[in-house]
C-alpha cells in the first residue's frame, strides 16, 4: 500500500488515524511484503492477522491458498475489510484481539499469527498468543523496537529480563530487522523492529511447572540490582551449593542467569515430580480378568493388556471439556485428549480411578459419572480395556501442570468437526470414546447429573 493509497482510502473513509488504537499505517509496499514472506507460508496454513488496519499486509497475505482470520477493533475499518476481503475463506472479526476466542482457531490447519501491533497492547497480545490454548506455531510481529530488544536480549544486558526469560522458554525469539518510523503514517515518535517467535519443539522445553517458574523468574528481577540470595529466600540456606552447581558466583544477580540456568535454579529450588516408572498396574486376560500386577514400564514394554479409564465432562452449554496433554507426557504428548485420563492402578476399581485421575489431573472432587461404554484392547488403545464415562462439571479446573498443557470447553459440534478434519490433534483413544459418545446418543442432562 502506497502512501498516497492511505490518504485516498482515510478520505474515502471519511476518517483519521486513531492514537488510541495505535493506528500507523505502512506505506512502504516491499517492506509489507517482507514481513508476509518472513510468516514462511505453506499451503492450507490458516493466518490470523491482528490489527489490519487499511490492509497493508493483507493485500499480500490475500494471494495466498491459505485461510485467512482478520481482527481489528476499530469498527469502520473492519467494515472496509469486510467489503474488501471477506470471502469463503477469509473471515473478518470486529472486536478487541485480546478478547477474541483462540478455542475458534483449532481445527483448520497450521495456525501462523502476523501483526504490525497497537503499540499501547503488544505485551497483553504477545501473552495472548503465545498461552497454552494457542494453537500458533510461529509468530510475526512489528513491535516497538525497545519490546523486540527485551524479547531478544542476551544475559548481562540491560534489555534482558523477566519477559525475555519467561517467553522464550518455549518459544524462540529472533529479531528479524528494524523499521524507521518514516515507513509508517503517521510516523510515531518511536522506531519499531520485526520479530519472529517460534514454537520450541518439546525436546528443547525442560519439563518445569510454569507458573512456578515464571513466578520464580519474576521476584528474582523485581529488583534487578539485588543479589539473587536476597530476592528468592527459599533458596537461602543451600545457596552456596546451588551456586556451585550452576557454575556461577554467589553474588549473582538476575540478570547474569541464562535461560538454562534459570531453568536448573528452578528445578533445584522446586524440584519438579517427574513421570515414575514405578507404578503397578493390573495385567489381565482377554476377558479383563486379573492375572498378576507389574510395573508401568513391563506393562508397555511388553503390550500386555491391562485398564485405563477416560471420562468426558460436559458443562451447561453442552459443551465438553477437553484437556490438551503435557508436552513431556511419554505417550500422546501435545495431543488434546478426553477431560481426563489414566491407568487405572495394581487393586483400584476402574471407577475408583475414574475419580482419581478426575481428581489429580483437574482438581475436582467427586463429580456424579454415567459408564458410557468400554473400549477393548487394541493397538489404538495402547492395549488396554478402557470404561469411558461422562459427567457434568461446572465452574474451575485446576490443570496438574507437568500432565495437563491446558483444558478448555468447546462446542460438541467443533470438536466433531474438528475430529473429522485434524485427527492427528487427538489422542487415539479420544477419538474412540467420542465416538462410544455419540453412539450412546446425547450427552448428560446438566440439569439431572447421572447418578
Ligand atoms: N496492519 C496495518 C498496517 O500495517 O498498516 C495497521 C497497523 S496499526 C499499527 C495497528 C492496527 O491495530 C490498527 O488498524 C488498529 O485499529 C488496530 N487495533 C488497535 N487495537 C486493537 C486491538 N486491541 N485489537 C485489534 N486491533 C486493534
Given at each position: 500500500?502506497k502512501?498516497?493509497?492511505?490518504q ?14 495505535g493506528?500507523?499505517f ?5 517492506l509489507?511484503?517482507?514481513i508476509?514472506?518472513?510468516?514462511d507460508i505453506?499451503?492450507?496454513?490458516h493466518?490470523v492477522?491482528?490489527g489490519p ?9 490475500a494471494?495466498h ?8 477493533k ?5 467494515a472496509?475489510l ?5 470471502s ?7 472486536g ?5 476466542d483462540?478455542r475458534?482457531?483449532w481445527?483448520?490447519?497450521p ?13 497483553p497480545l ?5 498461552s497454552?490454548?494457542?494453537p500458533?506455531s510461529r ?7 525497545e519490546?523486540?530488544r ?18 522464550n522458554?518455549?518459544w ?8 524507521p ?10 522506531d519499531s523492529?520485526?520479530i ?10 525442560c519439563?518445569l ?15 534487578r540490582?539485588k543479589q539473587l540470595?536476597?530476592?528468592?529466600p ?6 552456596p551449593?546451588?551456586?556451585?552447581k ?19 535454579l ?9 513421570q515414575?516408572?514405578a507404578?503397578?498396574f493390573d495385567?489381565?486376560d ?6 498378576r500386577?507389574e510395573p508401568r514400564d513391563t ?14 465432562l ?5 459443551h465438553i471439556l477437553?484437556?490438551k496433554?503435557?508436552i513431556?507426557?511419554d ?6 485428549d478426553?477431560s481426563a ?8 476399581t ?5 475419580l482419581r485421575?478426575?481428581r489429580?489431573?483437574l ?6 459419572l454415567?459408564r458410557?461404554g468400554k ?12 470404561e ?10 485446576f490443570?496438574a501442570?507437568?500432565?495437563?498443557e491446558?483444558?478448555a ?5 467443533q470438536?466433531?468437526?474438528?475430529a473429522a ?17 455419540s453412539k450412546?446418543?446425547?450427552?448428560p442432562?446438566?440439569?439431572?447429573p447421572?447418578a
Amino acid at each position: 500500500m502506497k502512501f498516497s493509497d492511505i490518504q485516498r482510502l482515510l478520505q474515502e473513509l471519511d476518517t483519521e488515524p486513531t492514537r488510541s488504537l495505535g493506528q500507523n499505517f505502512l506505506h512502504d509496499q516491499n517492506l509489507a511484503q517482507w514481513i508476509v514472506s518472513s510468516l514462511d507460508i505453506q499451503p492450507g496454513d490458516h493466518i490470523v492477522e491482528i490489527g489490519p488496519g487499511l490492509g497493508a499486509l493483507t493485500e499480500y497475505l490475500a494471494d495466498h491458498d491459505i485461510r485467512l482470520t482478520l481482527i481489528e477493533k476499530d469498527g469502520r475499518l473492519a467494515a472496509y475489510l469486510k467489503e474488501r476481503f471477506q470471502s469463503a475463506t477469509t473471515s473478518v472479526f470486529h472486536g478487541d484481539a485480546l478478547d477474541f476466542d483462540l478455542r475458534g482457531l483449532w481445527g483448520h490447519g497450521p495456525v501462523k499469527v502476523v501483526g504490525n501491533l497497537p503499540y499501547y497492547v503488544s505485551t497483553p497480545l504477545i501473552a495472548k498468543f503465545t498461552s497454552p490454548l494457542s494453537p500458533a506455531s510461529r509468530l510475526v510481529f512489528t513491535l516497538q523496537l525497545e519490546l523486540a530488544r527485551r524479547l531478544n536480549a542476551e544475559p548481562k544486558t540491560k534489555d534482558f529480563g523477566a519477559m525475555t526469560v519467561c517467553v522464550n522458554r518455549r518459544w524462540k525469539a529472533t529479531f528479524l530487522r528494524k523499521l524507521p518510523a518514516s515507513v509508517f503514517f503517521p510516523a510515531p515518535k518511536v522506531d519499531s523492529a520485526v520479530i519472529s517467535l517460534d514454537r520450541r519443539p518439546a525436546h528443547d522445553v525442560c519439563p518445569l511447572d510454569d507458573s512456578v517458574f515464571d513466578s520464580l523468574v519474576r521476584r528474582g528481577f523485581s529488583e534487578r540490582r539485588k543479589q539473587l540470595r536476597n530476592t528468592i529466600p527459599e533458596c537461602k540456606n543451600n545457596w552456596p551449593s546451588i551456586v556451585a552447581k550452576l557454575h556461577v558466583p554467589e553474588t549473582v544477580r538476575a540478570e547474569e542467569l541464562s535461560l538454562a540456568q534459570w531453568e536448573s535454579l528452578a528445578r533445584i529450588c522446586f524440584p519438579a515430580s517427574a513421570q515414575s516408572g514405578a507404578e503397578m498396574f493390573d495385567v489381565v486376560d482377554d476377558q479383563d480378568i486379573v492375572l498378576r500386577a507389574e510395573p508401568r514400564d513391563t506393562v508397555h514394554v511388553n503390550n500386555f493388556l491391562h485398564r485405563a479409564v477416560h471420562m468426558i465432562l460436559v458443562n451447561s452449554k453442552n459443551h465438553i471439556l477437553l484437556q490438551k496433554r503435557s508436552i513431556w507426557k511419554d505417550r500422546n504428548p501435545g495431543l488434546w485428549d478426553s477431560s481426563a485420563a489414566g491407568h487405572v492402578d495394581s487393586g483400584e476399581t476402574y471407577q475408583d480411578a475414574a475419580l482419581r485421575e478426575l481428581r489429580e489431573e483437574l482438581g475436582i472432587s467427586s463429580p456424579p459419572l454415567k459408564r458410557i461404554g468400554k473400549l477393548t484392547p487394541c493397538k489404538q488403545t495402547g492395549w488396554e480395556f478402557i470404561e469411558v464415562y461422562t459427567g457434568v462439571h461446572e465452574g474451575e479446573v485446576f490443570p496438574a501442570p507437568l500432565e495437563v498443557e491446558t483444558a478448555a470447553y468447546f462446542p460438541l459440534d467443533q470438536v466433531s468437526d474438528w475430529a473429522a478434519r485434524c485427527p492427528a490433534d487427538f489422542s487415539p483413544v479420544f477419538l474412540l470414546s467420542l465416538e462410544l459418545l455419540s453412539k450412546y446418543g446425547s450427552l448428560p442432562d446438566p440439569s439431572h447429573p447421572a447418578a
